[in-house]
């Protein structure tokens, strides 16, 4: 993994578990949608004032260089997993053209 990948993930963290943490206490007593908007605009307003006195870094650079690299990742996945199929189906169609041409 790459440094700033690194350092993105470990900025992005605390967040993360603290949404999950707090979002099934909230999904607990009021429910899904209210957790939804409510818990996410609260660790929104955390994030954005912690980013912004102790990391010292305005915007949402972080998040998306985060999102494109899982964009890359699943296109690259999707391009890996057609060629498979790709390969996969050529094998099976010259199987098969081998068995007809056998029976004839």
Do not use: C
């Amino acid at each position: 993994m790459d440094k700033l990948l690194k350092s993105i993930l470990k900025r992005q963290l605390p967040y993360l578990i603290g949404g999950t943490i707090t979002g099934i206490i909230i999904i607990y007593y009021y429910g899904f949608l209210f957790s939804i908007i409510v818990n996410s605009t609260i660790w929104f307003a955390i994030s954005t004032f912690v980013n912004k006195y102790y990391w010292h870094y305005k915007g949402f650079r972080d998040e998306f260089y985060l999102a494109s690299k899982y964009i890359v990742h699943m296109k690259n996945n999707d391009f890996i997993n057609n060629n498979i199929a790709k390969v996969e189906f050529k094998k099976k169609t010259s199987v098969s053209q081998r068995i007809q041409s056998q029976k004839i």
